[in-house]
């Protein structure tokens, strides 16, 4: 069993659109979530963390985290084709332990 | 330009070589981290040096052989590697709050090796 799993799309959105991205994880005494932004060729960007149920906002950017369903999105609004780009979800799971998902990756169609 | 930075950016190396990628960490960070990201698989925790101390060793084949000689410089020495050790190698680092990994992790451009 995969212990963070994303779907691996693509998932395409017209421009100004919102654009869902999920993950699972199943370590359930993970404590730390993170999204990162890997656009092809390059290395990946942390875009938002989050430690506690509930959303966190940053710009355009919300994520959303719920320990008891062990679920973890993020949300862009507006998107851009700037946004277009692989995706990748990461759960600390204790320690030193960070685990990525495999990435979804997005198009946002002009 | 991040604030890790890895040499270099591209290799090519035969089974029989022995060649080291380098890291080095602008950030005043604590920990840091060699990943390996091959083509549609999750990125691969490989090594985590905190303090200058190994603290995880992935199951990684000892072939690869890390070194940190100090907080802000980590290297991977590569010899006889196969074809399937062809990969995108990201070094990355973070503050470790002293319990282990809560805080973000910085990740240089990544070295794209190619054994041949």
């Known amino acids: 069993q995969k212990e963070v799993e994303q779907n691996s799309g693509p998932l395409s959105v017209p421009e100004g659109a919102i654009a869902s991205l999920n993950c699972t994880y199943s370590?359930?005494?993970?404590?730390?979530f993170f999204w990162y932004r890997q656009y092809s060729g390059k290395s990946p960007e942390l875009i938002m963390s989050?430690?506690?149920?509930g959303d966190k906002e940053d710009g355009r950017f919300t994520a959303q985290l719920n320990k008891a369903s062990q679920y973890v999105s993020l949300l862009i609004r507006d998107s851009q084709p700037s946004d277009s780009a692989t995706y990748l979800c990461?759960?600390?799971?204790?320690?030193?332990?960070?685990?990525f998902g495999a990435g979804t990756r997005l198009f946002v169609k002009a | 330009e991040t604030g890790v930075t890895q040499t270099p950016r591209h290799l090519v190396m035969g089974m029989t070589n022995k060649k080291s990628l380098k890291c080095e960490q602008h950030?005043?960070?604590?920990?840091m981290y060699w990943y390996k990201q091959s083509a549609k698989k999750p990125l691969e925790l490989m090594f985590v040096?905190?303090?200058?101390?190994?603290?995880e060793n992935n199951s990684v084949p000892s072939r690869f052989s890390p070194e940190c000689p100090n907080s802000s410089h980590l290297f991977l020495h590569l010899h006889t590697l196969q074809p399937e050790d062809s990969a995108l190698y990201l070094c990355?680092?973070?503050?470790?709050?002293?319990?282990?990994?809560?805080?973000?992790?910085?990740f240089g451009q990544g070295t794209r090796l190619t054994v041949v």
């Open positions: 990355a680092s973070s503050q470790d709050g002293g319990q282990g990994i809560d805080s973000e992790a910085f």
């Open positions: 370590d359930r005494g993970s404590q730390s």
């Open positions: 989050i430690y506690s149920n």
């Open positions: 990461a759960v600390n799971t204790g320690g030193f332990k960070t685990i």
């Open positions: 950030l005043g960070h604590n920990a």
């Open positions: 040096y905190s303090l200058e101390e190994r603290v």
